[in-house]
């Protein structure tokens, strides 16, 4: 808890500018606003939307109802709304300013100034309007209000008097003639439909029918009985006097009773008692018999003609087929009449058969035929009801119009304020007060998020997973120069963090430390400064110490000591002079500088050179330590070759300004590479050393190609060269 507290701390301390001046900012622009902003007086009135039914008529009373059960729909916001109508704004001008005489060009106050200074606010749980207005003069606020409450009332008067005289118009020109229409159309149909199927009472025709229909089928029951009986009479009958028809049977009667008939029965009876005697005594071929044969059929062709004679249409009669005797002429009349009977006994049932049909489907039809008139009868009813109504709503709408009903009530009256209500200084000196620590925060926490750069020590060490060398304190504009050294050497608080640095790397290489290459991700992270320093003290400690500017496309160390450029590394590359001819030393003791010599075109033909590396294993072979000022490892891959012929890369960091991304790839790419690092130095500089040694990553190239190369001058050159490198 306690690190966050300071992380907190740091964070307040790095941006407490920015957050202090937006803080700052806000409640100026409060102040200004205070003095500027002319004081206005508020006035406030009330209506209500009065729930109670006033009108004399239904109609009334549904045009002054303020309730409302559909969803999403607010009456009384409705009339909020319509108070800042152009018509209720242009009322109550005239109202509060009679003497224009409706000139709303002479009014003090125009309708756009009167609905945006006019505020209205609905009282939570109520049917009330507060009205309300600010004015720099509060006579006038309580004026307007008071016109404009009064303007809600009469343009309420209005529109329900006009919604009235709508409703009657359209009730005495369309809706009651067409409602009577309909009725005279609906009673016509009914009573044609009566007619046409003959329905007078429903009930009583359905009795009627059901009544005659159980007449007949007890008279068919009846009658069914009879016909069973008269059947089984006939079949005795039939079985007793072989008749199987009823001409056989009236044949017989007739045959029986004619007396022609009786005589040629007779004598053909005769005939074939002597035919058979005949055959008995003779031949079939003999002529008596064949006489009496003839004799025979001759009588019998008369006796046919005699019977069909006496038969019902002409039909024949065999000779056996008659009735001689009494009783079998009595019993063939009795089989006759029971089949006449019978007959008119059928002919009964099939009409009773026939007539309940007919009734069923009467019965059937009836409720059809009432239906079809129930609902006749029930259009002429809805009819008749909505002509009611009708003529009822119009009446309610008569009374409507001349009563002249409101539903919006004044219930508060506007005064003219005593004190101003605008503006309100403690308030807006709170608000501003919060909105102003808001946005501090925010400017805060905006520029911690954008802010992608080291925070402190310890943020790079955990960045990093390395191990921390050193924290070096920020340097004064004079001590940046070791020239003369005793600015720095002299001053203990300065030293000692370089001492410290010094003594941790000797302390933490298990051999002795004799090549050190220092870099640092970007330029402008003081990396030459470090380099130079830590030389300075190493030389105070006894340590015979080179510095070896390395860095051929911005060196610097010439300009911290004072030197002049060549004789120089490249001097030595190219063999113009040896190592130990072109050292120079420097004012502090044990202690030489290698400067760049002349600046040449392609400086990374010349580090990877082999004459690089016999130079700088014979300056390890002639000195205690070697420091090798590199060029940054995002410029160019100078610090990783020289990295490989020392003991390690001592990274120089700058809270503030190196970006955690670059930092973490520049050390990735130098652990992928194999390449030592001793570990990371935490520099602080002054904003006067950024302007002087600060220079971009993008644009770090050559400054001067070898095409060129110019001399520079020991005294005076010196010095222009070191003030140029002060104003990159």
Known sequence: MEKGISSVIGVLRRRSLPAIAAFVAVIGGAMAYLTVTPSKYAASARVMLDDKRVSVSELGRDLTQVSSNAPGISPLADQAELVKSQRVLERAIAI????????????????????????????????????????????????????????????????????????????????VPSAEKQLLQAEEKENKYRKSSGIVSFEEQTKSLVQSIATVEDQERTLSAQLQEIKARDASLRQITDSATLNKAYSSVRSGQDDEIKKLRAKLSELENKIIEARLRFTEEHPTVTNLVGERDALRAIYSEQVARVSPQGQTVSANNFAGDQLSQELNS??????????????????????????????????????????????????????????????????????????IRVIENAVPASSPSDPKPNVILALASVFGSMLAVGVVLLLEIMDNTLRDASEAEELLQLPLLGVLPRLSAKTLVLEPANRFLDNIGLVEPYRTLFKTLEFRSSEQLRLIVVSSPISGEGKSVVASHLAAVAAMLSWRTLIIDADLRRPVQHTLFNLTPKPGITDVLEGNVSLLDAVQPTDIENLDVLTCGELYGRPSQL??????????????????????????????????????????????????????????????????????????????????????????????????????????????????????????
């Open 96 to 175: 509060a300013f009679p003497e224009i005489k409706g000139n709303l060009s002479l009014s003090p106050v125009t309708t756009g100034e009167l609905s945006h200074n006019l505020k209205v606010t609905i009282v939570p749980a109520t049917n009330i309007l507060e009205l309300s207005y600010q004015s720099e003069y509060p006579k006038l606020a309580a004026r307007l209000l008071n016109a404009v409450a009064q303007a809600m009332v009469e343009d309420n008067i209005k529109a329900i008097s006009s919604e009235a005289t709508k409703v009657k118009a359209f009730l005495e020109k369309k809706q």
């Open 334 to 407: 009795k089989f006759i009449l029971n089949r006449i009977e019978e007959s008119a006994v059928n002919d009964r049932l099939k009409l009773l058969q026939t007539t309940k049909t007919d009734l069923q489907k009467r019965l059937a039809q009836l409720p059809i035929n009432q239906q079809t008139l129930m609902l006749l009868t029930r259009k002429r009813e809805e009819a008749a009801v909505s002509l009611k109504f009708l003529q009822s709503k119009l009446e309610e709408a008569r009374l409507t119009e001349a009563q002249k009903v409101s539903n």
């Open 607 to 728: 580090l990877e050179s082999i004459a690089m590396k016999s130079l700088v294993a014979e300056a390890a072979e002639n000195y205690d330590l070697v420091i090798i000022d590199t060029a940054p490892l995002c410029s160019c891959a100078d610090a990783s070759t020289l990295a490989r012929q020392s003991d390690g890369v001592m990274l120089v960091t700058r809270p503030g300004f190196t970006e955690k991304e670059v930092l973490s790839r520049s050390v990735s790419e130098l652990t992928q590479n194999r390449i030592p690092i001793l570990g990371v130095v935490v520099n602080g500089m002054t904003n006067q050393t950024e302007k002087y040694f600060r220079y971009p990553v993008d644009g770090y190239q050559p400054r001067l190609p070898k095409s060129q190369k110019r001399l520079i001058g020991v005294g005076g050159s010196a010095k222009n060269s070191g003030n140029n490198s002060r104003q990159r």
